[in-house]
């Protein structure tokens, strides 16, 4: 039985779980991206979406220090990643 996820990949379904394996590899690969940050700084940024590069050049860093969590080396290491 083949599923289409909400992201729209298209996927053959082998258990009951419904768990689409291209999107659970990605949610691995954003989950890595932020394993570089402290344990606070991979909340505050996972809560507000923030999970790849991209996400972070979409903000200013200016707002994003003012997030619970962000501290200055949080912002450093960011700096870091843009350069
Ligand atoms: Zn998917």
């Known amino acids: 039985m083949k599923i289409t996820c909400e992201n729209g990949h298209c996927f053959e379904r082998i ?3 419904r768990v689409c394996p291209i999107c659970a ?3 691995h690969k954003d989950y890595e991206f932020l394993l570089q940050f402290s344990a606070p700084a991979q909340r505050a940024l996972f809560q507000h979406k923030i999970t790849s590069l991209e996400d972070i050049q979409k903000n200013n860093l200016e707002d994003l220090s003012k997030l619970h969590g962000i501290g ?4 450093n290491k960011i700096k870091q990643l843009l350069n």
């Open 15 to 17: 258990s009951s779980c």
């Open 25 to 27: 590899a990605s949610a």
């Open 72 to 75: 200055k080396s949080t912002i």
